[in-house]
């Protein structure tokens, strides 16, 4: 009890003093974006965007209710040890006396772990109040916290009564914004799409159905990049990247296109700005891997929507390829891990050759489905056995895809086993003496 009265106060310390960083730059438009996945690649694509128009700062590695303060200080954890936090406190106030930087935008990922305080969406609208929200998906991604909420035991209504959940938990940002904001929501989504009744701010959806009004047309991927397809205002617009993306970047680039329209940056001019994207690391970027191989490094985290996604860009790549899924354990998923987990057997099936599984969850629930289908499955508890094995496969011909979860998974180090060129590393997700100091800790 004491601890958590510590850290309550600890973090409105940090609340207090980012607003009071925050009034420096009074007619600063802040744009809050929330998701159960792509934030971080939808702040990027809105920065890059925005830099168009005006100087744009944004909450990198910082989504909580402790990184966005701090972030807005200009501080970020080394070590996230008690003596490292009693760091930040002592210099924090020195820091808002120092720390007169100009922006004109503050570009803020807001995400949510609980519906309870702070690590909710209410906690954080009390920290920062943005102008603009983008609200992309709701998923089970970190539902944990939310369990206790949803008595349900049947499997399937629970994860339905969870993402509805979820999805009110992050609709909080939309209806906290005035008549004078902009809430931009995925149409898409039935979670989403109904909760826009009542909404303030003028509304500008975005998805591929006929009544979003940034409407996605048609997307195409393949070994030579992606092309995206976009209608707003009567008027057709073409998103053209060298770099592999699954198809729900569409949502992540409708929705940064939208935003830029809110802002008055026009939609070309948008599309330009986005002609260099490149996803952040650990998110689909693609490597030469060890004897000819090709990699799909989605290694950063996973979720169910975001695994069967990927699974299902690497059966569409993988028609000419010997397709080896790297999976680890999806965390954070409370009592739905057990179904998630088992319908990511089949997700597996459908997408790949042979499947090398890391980590408890794959293997108490994942691992006997695939068995009992005499699919080609491998089972790793530790590291070393994994990249061993892994190595041992490739050929000119193999197409790795690696995806899974961070905590006590972290697949980066698969990925770094089978480059062919070492000094790939650097482009990895998860970079910096703390990740390896963690990394060298995890088996």
Not at 92 to 121: C, R
Request: aromatic residues 8%.
């Amino acid at each position: 009890m004491l601890k958590k009265i510590i850290s309550l106060l600890i973090l409105r310390y940090f609340r207090f003093l980012a607003r009071l960083q925050l009034r420096k730059n009074p007619q600063a438009t802040i744009v809050g974006v929330t998701g159960s996945a792509g934030k971080t690649s939808a702040r990027l694509a809105i920065v890059q965007i925005l830099k168009t128009k005006g100087v744009v700062r944004h909450s990198t590695h910082a989504n909580s209710e402790s990184g966005i303060p701090l972030n807005i200080l200009g501080l970020a954890p080394t070590s996230y040890s008690s003596l490292d936090w009693l760091r930040l406190i002592v210099i924090a106030p020195w820091q808002l006396l120092t720390n007169w930087e100009h922006f004109n935008y503050y570009v803020v990922e807001m995400g949510i772990d609980s519906p309870a305080y702070p690590k909710n969406m209410d906690y954080l609208l009390s920290i920062v109040s943005p102008h603009i929200a983008l609200v992309l998906n709701a998923g089970l991604s970190h539902s944990a916290d939310f369990d206790y909420v949803v008595k349900d035991v049947n499997p399937t209504r629970r994860a339905r009564k969870l993402i509805k959940l979820i999805a009110t938990e992050k609709m909080k940002l939309a209806r906290s914004l005035g008549s004078r904001g902009v809430a931009i929501v995925n149409i898409d989504q039935p979670e989403l799409a109904g909760q826009l009744g009542g909404l303030k701010a003028r509304q500008l959806t975005i998805g591929k159905s006929s009544k979003a009004r940034l409407r996605i047309m048609g997307t195409r991927i393949n070994h030579q990049g992606s092309r995206f397809v976009f209608a707003y205002q009567s008027q057709k617009y073409e998103l053209v990247l060298n770099d592999i993306f699954s198809p729900s970047y569409a949502y992540t680039f409708a929705g940064a296109i939208a935003v830029g329209s809110a802002l008055g940056v026009s939609p070309k001019v948008s599309i330009a700005a986005l002609s260099s994207y490149h996803a952040p690391a650990g998110r689909l970027r693609r490597f030469s891997g060890l004897s000819g191989s090709t990699i799909i490094d989605s290694s950063y985290n996973a979720s169910p929507i975001g695994m069967q996604e990927a699974l299902s860009l690497l059966s569409t790549l993988g028609a000419k390829h010997h397709k080896i899924a790297v999976i680890g354990d999806m965390n954070e998923l409370g009592l739905s891990g057990k179904l998630a987990h088992k319908q990511l057997a089949d997700w597996i099936k459908d997408s790949c050759d042979e499947v090398l599984l890391f980590g408890d969850l794959t293997g108490d629930y994942t691992l006997p489905v695939l068995k009992e289908q005499k699919f080609r499955v491998h089972h790793f508890t530790h590291m070393l056995g994994l990249t061993k094995f892994l190595r041992d496969q490739l050929n000119n011909k193999s197409l790795v895809l690696v995806k899974g979860s961070q905590n006590g998974i972290l697949l980066e180090r698969a990925v770094e086993s089978i480059l062919a060129d070492p000094s790939d590393v650097a482009r990895l997700c998860r970079r910096g003496p703390y990740w390896d100091q963690l990394r060298a800790k995890t088996t």
